[in-house]
């Protein structure tokens, strides 16, 4: 059973514009989030993350959003560029004794428009 | 160079053979991890180790063995390859987690292909 889903496949913005990838997860035990960015031939790499304590992180252009209640988050970038297009992925980590592994989503290809 | 290496970048592999896909990390972490990159599937976590000697089981962990007799090593061995196992390899390493937890960091990932 999948306990981190990122519904959209897909997201084509424009240049400027903001972008906003969905997640959400179903196990209340995780307690810190992350988002991964990859492009094609790459590893992924770290983008931003929040922990279950906060409501809100933001760095530069990306903002982390967490809805405990509805066990939802969301990454805004604003405003978008032509490089941030890549996949998006976003992982959960969950507490106790292996709080240490990390849960991915299928991912979200984000393709920002000139 | 320090960071996490992955080797071979690239291994075609006939079914049935055994393969071993090797991961070298510099940064002395404690926790490493395999995961596979499918479509339609993201990320798959297949092992992972909190430390030297200590591995685990992820969600798809059948066909493949790990070992970790040195920190900085994490080898994935395909014990007899199958069609399934075609798939991109990555593997990750990570700071000890506490509260304020660390990332992990990725190589650059395996493409292996078995005929």
């Known amino acids: 059973d999948q306990q981190v889903k990122q519904n959209s496949p897909s997201l084509s913005v424009q240049e400027g514009r903001i972008s906003i990838l969905n997640c959400d997860y179903t196990n209340s035990m995780f307690d810190y989030f992350l988002w991964y960015k990859k492009y094609p031939a790459e590893g992924p790499t770290f983008l931003i993350s929040i922990s279950s304590i906060k409501d809100k992180n933001e760095d530069g252009r990306f903002t982390v959003f967490l809805n405990k209640s509805a066990k939802h988050l969301s990454l805004h970038i604003v405003p978008s560029q032509p490089g941030d297009s890549a996949v998006y992925f976003c992982a959960a980590r969950g507490s106790g004794g292996s709080n240490y592994k990390l849960t991915f989503g299928k991912g979200t290809l984000l393709t920002v428009n000139p | 160079d320090a960071g996490i290496t992955q080797s071979p970048r690239y291994k075609i592999t006939e079914t049935g053979r055994q393969v071993t896909l090797m991961c070298h990390q510099t940064w002395s972490h404690s926790y490493m991890f395999w995961y596979r990159q499918d479509l339609g599937h993201g990320l798959r976590l297949i092992y992972y180790?909190?430390?030297?000697?200590?591995?685990d089981k992820g969600e798809v962990p059948d066909g493949y063995v790990v070992s970790r007799s040195k920190t900085e090593n994490f080898p994935l061995t395909l014990e007899s390859a199958t069609r399934s196992q075609t798939s991109v390899y990555f593997c990750?390493?990570?700071?000890?987690?506490?509260?304020?937890?660390?990332?992990?960091?990725f190589g650059q990932g395996t493409r292996l292909t078995v005929v």
């Open positions: 990750a390493s990570s700071e000890s987690l506490g509260r304020s937890s660390t990332e992990a960091f």
């Open positions: 180790s909190a430390a030297a000697d200590i591995t």
